[in-house]
């Protein structure tokens, strides 16, 4: 059974900046995409981030594009999840989830939560001035 586990969360304050970790238990960043996701209090978890197993293919939501960062290093079995200019909108839950490798292929396969086989448990945003 593949564990994800997320950290880096916390609190900062607005414009400020945070890097999320996603550590796998195995060896499976080139034989898995992962995915950000997040879930505020209320609201529907939303489809942040994603990249591929392979040729580093990365896609982004709108309202993260130009802030977010994703990145892996697969010798850590890390992918990271770069957050800059954090606004109070962006507080949540964020979780990352692995996939098969070819969800990155379409932006739209890879944002769809069902798609994705393993879960992190998350970790906690909060953006508050």
């Known amino acids: 059974q593949l564990q994800l586990v997320e950290s880096g969360g916390g609190l900062v304050h607005p414009g400020g900046s945070l890097r999320l970790s996603c550590l796998s238990s195995r060896f499976t960043l080139p034989y898995y995409a992962i995915g950000w996701f997040r879930q505020a209090p209320g609201k529907e978890r939303e489809w942040v981030s994603c990249i591929s197993n392979s040729d580093g293919t990365t896609h982004y939501s709108d309202f993260v594009k130009g802030r977010f960062t994703i990145s892996k290093d697969n010798a850590k079995n890390t992918v990271y999840l770069q957050l800059n200019s954090l606004k109070p909108e962006d507080a949540a839950v964020y979780y990352c989830?692995?996939?098969?490798?070819?969800?990155?292929?379409?932006?739209?396969?890879?944002?769809?939560?069902?798609?994705?086989?393993?879960w992190g448990q998350g970790t906690q945003v909060t953006v508050s001035s």
């Open positions: 989830a692995a996939g098969r490798p070819d969800i990155t292929t379409v932006q739209a396969l890879c944002s769809i939560p069902r798609e994705y086989n393993y």
